[in-house]
């Protein structure tokens, strides 16, 4: 039923009349000219409508493999001999960029209408929606005011009480961890150890599941994104969000084409299609996103992004030093049960 809600207001929102009648199904094999493989990190409930409207405009068949961000671009960089498959669809722009190699640059049309800062240095990836890391805590249990940027994530309160995702596995934790790296003042190194002594040696598989336990109140407070906790407040949890006044990152989510991908005009005319000014407008009327494009303006619930103290992130910093920042990480986290 969701889907079925989804796929229809999609329709709605990119031809603003009724949904055309769904094609046939396929009673053969489509032929290699006809396909498209999509490997990405984005939930269902996000690239299922996008993914359904490419293929009704195209005819082209599309197979998706879901999975966390990490996890997909080993695989790319396991096939990079024999590539399986032809877009990377989603993950941070750190993260595709650490597996540079594993991508052919392209330029996007549409391009001169994105953001200059959203904008890929050589044209790696092709950006897909603005995501704000946010704070969020839960109202019940916490007044307003009790939290207010990542300096407080760093309290004693707070201990075993932080619900944060394991960063090796969700991109956006690993976004976050390098935020607050960048707002907190500090070697980089001893930030990680305080902050991963907070958590009390626990962090959370994926980052879905910070919305829900801090709502259920087996965490205080929360990282996590601006999109999620726009999702949360309107299915009506008990949270709060905090735009940190410490600083915040809005690193742009990307899409990319695999190097030697089986499929790449079809990928290019993919990689086109999510930058388009009708999809760009369903990021805000759907999905809780900013759009990465200048001409489509955020949705009202959102403040704009000039008015959020802004941490100076580099993304060339963050993916330069991916690795490193993972494995301190790791080294203090998987310790902690001995402090």
Same mark, same amino acid.
């Given at each position: 039923m969701v889907r079925r809600a989804l796929a229809l207001l999609l329709c709605l929102l990119l031809t603003g009349c009724a949904a055309p009648a769904p094609a046939p199904e396929l009673s053969y094999a489509p032929a290699e000219e006809e396909?498209?493989?999509?490997?990405?990190?984005?939930?269902?409930?996000?690239?299922?409508?996008?993914?359904?409207?490419?293929e009704e405009r195209t005819g082209i068949w599309v197979e998706v493999v879901a999975g966390g961000t990490n996890e997909l671009?080993?695989?790319?960089?396991?096939?990079?001999?024999?590539?399986?498959?032809?877009?990377?669809?989603?993950?941070?722009?750190?993260?595709?960029?650490?597996?540079?190699?594993?991508?052919?640059?392209?330029?996007c049309a549409g391009a001169e209408e994105i953001a200059a800062q959203f904008q $890929?240095?050589?044209?790696?990836?092709?950006?897909?929606?603005?995501?704000?890391?946010?704070?969020?805590?839960?109202?019940?249990?916490l007044s307003e005011g009790a939290l207010t940027g990542w300096e407080d994530l760093l309290s004693p309160r707070y201990r075993g009480?932080?619900?944060?995702?394991?960063?090796s596995v969700s991109g956006?934790?690993?976004?976050?961890?390098?935020?607050?790296?960048? $707002?907190?003042?500090?070697?980089?190194?001893?930030?990680?150890?305080?902050?991963?002594?907070n958590l009390g040696g626990r962090q959370l598989q994926g980052s879905g599941d910070v919305v829900a336990s801090v709502a259920g109140g087996t965490d205080l407070v929360g990282i996590t994104l601006e999109e999620t906790a726009l999702k949360g407040l309107a299915a009506g949890y008990d949270i709060a969000l905090v735009y940190p006044a410490d600083g915040t990152s809005c690193v742009p989510d990307a899409s990319a084409l695999i190097k030697g991908a089986p499929h790449e005009d079809n990928a290019r005319l993919f990689l086109d299609f999510t930058?388009?000014?009708e999809v760009q407008r369903l990021l805000a009327g759907a999905?809780?996103?900013?759009?990465?494009r200048e001409d489509v303006p955020a949705a009202e619930?959102?403040?704009?992004?000039?008015?959020?103290?802004? $941490?100076?992130?580099?993304?060339a910093w963050a993916s330069g030093h991916r690795e490193s920042v993972l494995m301190t990480w790791a080294f203090y986290l998987g310790g902690e049960e001995e402090v």
């Open positions: 396909r498209l493989v999509l490997y990405t990190s984005h939930k269902e409930e996000v690239y299922w409508p996008i993914v359904k409207e490419f671009l080993e695989q790319i960089q396991s096939q990079a001999d024999s590539p399986r498959a032809d877009v990377m669809f989603g993950g941070g722009v750190e993260s595709l960029t650490s597996y540079a190699g594993c991508f052919t640059p392209y330029r $890929a240095p050589g044209d790696l990836w092709t950006p897909f929606s603005a995501l704000p890391v946010v704070l969020i805590y839960n109202t019940k249990l009480r932080i619900a944060f995702a394991d960063p956006s934790s690993f976004t976050a961890l390098v935020t607050l790296l960048c $707002a907190v003042e500090g070697e980089n190194e001893e930030v990680i150890r305080l902050f991963a002594q930058v388009s000014a999905f809780f996103r900013r759009s990465v619930a959102m403040p704009p992004l000039a008015d959020l103290p802004a $941490a100076a992130y580099d993304v």
